[in-house]
C-alpha cells in the first residue's frame, strides 16, 4: 500500500477541452512526479515537481502543465485536448536526493472523445 | 539518458513452470532498477527493486532478480507461477541522486496457461 491517492479515478473529455487531474502524495514524500501511459505502452515521463516548481520534463508540449501545492499534493492539467491524450495518467511521489524509489498511484484513466 | 529495453512482449508458460522475463538497461551513470507489475485496468505495483547490495534482489510474490552490471542486465524470475501472476510487467531504471525520472521499458505481458 503506497498512500499516493489520485482522483478522479476515470473521466470522459470532449476533444478540446481541458482537465485537471489531483494527486496526494505519500506522507513524508516532497516530490512528485507525473507519468502518461497510452493503451499497450509503458508509462512515459511527463514532469516532476519539488519544492512548488517544475524540476524536469519529458517529452510534452506545453498545454500539459502542473501545480505542487505546499502540501506537496499536485495536479496536472491538459489544455486543449486531443484524442491521443486518452491514457492512464499515473502519479509517483519520491523524496529529492534521497536512496528511495518512487511509489505509484493506481492512476486516472482519461478518454478523449 | 536512460534507456531499458524488454525484448519479449508476451511471453506464455505453462502453470507451474519456471519463467524468466528478460531486461537490459543503457545509462552512463549509476542506477536503480525496478520490476513493476501492472493488473488489467490497475496502477503499478512494486514487485522489487535494486538500489545496492546484493545483486541477487527478493521481491514479493515469490519473484527475484538479479542485477547484473557487466551484461546491463536485471531479469526477472519466479521458479513456479500461478494463474494469478498473469499481468503485465514493466522494468523501469533511474538514475541514483538528483531527481529521480523513472524510465520504463514497453513491458512484457506474462500469460500463465492452465
Known amino acids: 500500500e503506497t498512500g499516493v491517492t489520485q482522483s478522479p479515478t476515470h473521466l470522459i473529455k470532449t476533444r478540446g477541452q481541458q482537465v485537471t487531474l489531483r494527486c496526494s502524495s505519500q506522507?513524508?514524500?516532497?516530490?512528485v512526479s507525473w507519468y502518461q501511459q497510452a493503451l499497450g505502452q509503458g508509462p512515459q515521463f511527463i514532469f516532476q515537481y519539488y519544492r512548488e516548481e517544475e524540476n524536469g520534463r519529458g517529452n510534452f508540449p506545453p498545454r500539459f502543465s502542473g501545480l505542487q501545492f505546499p502540501n506537496y499534493s499536485s495536479e496536472l492539467n491538459v489544455n486543449a485536448l486531443e484524442l491521443d491524450d486518452s491514457a492512464l495518467y499515473l502519479c509517483a511521489s519520491s523524496v529529492q536526493g534521497k536512496n528511495t524509489e518512487a511509489f505509484f498511484g493506481q492512476g486516472t484513466r482519461l478518454t478523449v472523445v | 539518458a536512460q534507456s531499458v529495453t524488454q525484448l519479449d512482449s508476451q511471453v506464455p508458460v505453462f502453470e507451474e513452470a519456471p519463467v524468466e522475463l528478460r531486461c537490459n538497461y543503457s545509462s552512463s551513470v549509476s542506477v536503480y532498477l525496478f520490476w513493476y507489475v501492472q493488473y488489467p485496468n490497475q496502477g503499478l505495483q512494486l514487485l522489487l527493486k535494486y538500489l545496492s547490495g546484493s545483486t541477487l534482489v527478493k521481491g514479493i510474490n515469490g519473484f527475484e532478480a538479479e542485477f547484473n552490471k557487466s551484461q546491463t542486465s536485471f531479469h526477472l524470475r519466479k521458479p513456479s507461477v500461478h494463474i494469478s501472476d498473469t499481468a503485465e510487467y514493466f522494468c523501469a531504471v533511474s538514475k541514483t541522486g538528483g531527481y529521480q525520472k523513472v524510465t520504463f521499458g514497453t513491458g512484457t505481458k506474462l500469460q500463465v496457461i492452465p
Open positions: 506522507s513524508g514524500h516532497n516530490t
